[in-house]
């Protein structure tokens, strides 16, 4: 089955920027989508199709896809983008069809 | 406004049974892809299962045999019956509506539920 690799946490102090990695075999040939789960809540998207933000989603966060690593940026962090963070792609011909990342913590210093 | 509220989580014993629900509002369950995604306590998101806006169902192979995915039209809700369940089935199980732009794209989870409890233990 298809895996895709995330770092487990990624620190950040306010204001700078954090990139989350996603790592699969030649990923850049699927499309990423990206979502926000803060604690005791559930998932949020935030990205999809690689780059494309959903409405009420800031400017803030964008994504890249290319060769083996897929890619979130949060721009300009801020405290209340501290949350868990997960890549899934969906292969008609993968089993399982939709496969999550293992996903990030990402911890706003 | 776009909901899907769950319910029907519990505490159930090894081996027994529970049925989930999940009531749509704002949208038509039958003309979406629908699916049920669960996390097990400090893990990540594990995709269950997908029934197809026509009919046509997809299980992981963790409760391929055990779960049962279907909708009722008429209630616009989806249902994730679970038998023999077992304490690796123990999560919250959300339910989600799929959505793609057009194929080959591939879908992504734009909706989702706040969730149900699913304990199963003796």
């Known amino acids: 089955s298809y895996v895709l690799t995330q770092p487990p946490s990624v620190s950040v102090a306010p204001g700078k920027t954090a990139r989350i990695t996603c790592g699969g075999n030649?990923?850049?040939?699927?499309?990423v989508h990206w979502y926000q789960q803060k604690p005791g809540q559930a998932p949020v998207l935030v990205i999809y199709?690689?780059?494309d933000r959903p409405s009420g989603i800031p400017e803030r966060f964008s994504g890249s896809n290319s060769g083996n690593t897929a890619t979130l940026t949060i721009s300009r962090v801020e405290a209340g983008d501290e949350a868990d963070y997960y890549c899934?792609?969906?292969?008609?011909?993968?089993?399982?069809?939709?496969?999550f990342g293992t996903g990030t913590k990402v911890t706003v210093l | 406004e776009v909901q899907l509220v769950e319910s029907g989580g519990g505490l159930v014993q090894p081996g027994g049974s529970l049925r989930l629900s999940c009531a749509a509002s704002?949208?038509?369950?039958?003309?979406?892809?629908m699916s049920w995604v669960r996390q097990a306590p400090g893990k990540g998101l594990e995709w269950v299962s997908v029934?197809?806006?026509?009919?046509?169902?997809y299980y992981a192979d963790s409760v391929k045999g055990r779960f049962t995915i279907s909708r009722d039209n008429s209630k616009n809700t989806l249902y994730l019956q679970m038998n023999s369940l077992r304490a690796e089935d123990t999560a919250v199980y959300y339910c989600?509506?799929?959505?793609?732009?057009?194929?080959?794209?591939?879908?992504?989870?734009?909706?989702w539920g706040k969730g149900t409890t699913v304990t199963v233990s003796s």
């Open positions: 899934q792609v969906w292969d008609s011909s993968s089993d399982p069809l939709y496969v």
């Open positions: 029934i197809y806006s026509g009919g046509s169902t």
């Open positions: 989600a509506r799929d959505r793609r732009v057009a194929p080959p794209l591939g879908y992504y989870m734009d909706v």
């Open positions: 030649n990923i850049g040939s699927k499309s």
């Open positions: 199709y690689d780059s």
């Open positions: 704002g949208f038509t369950v039958s003309s979406n892809y």
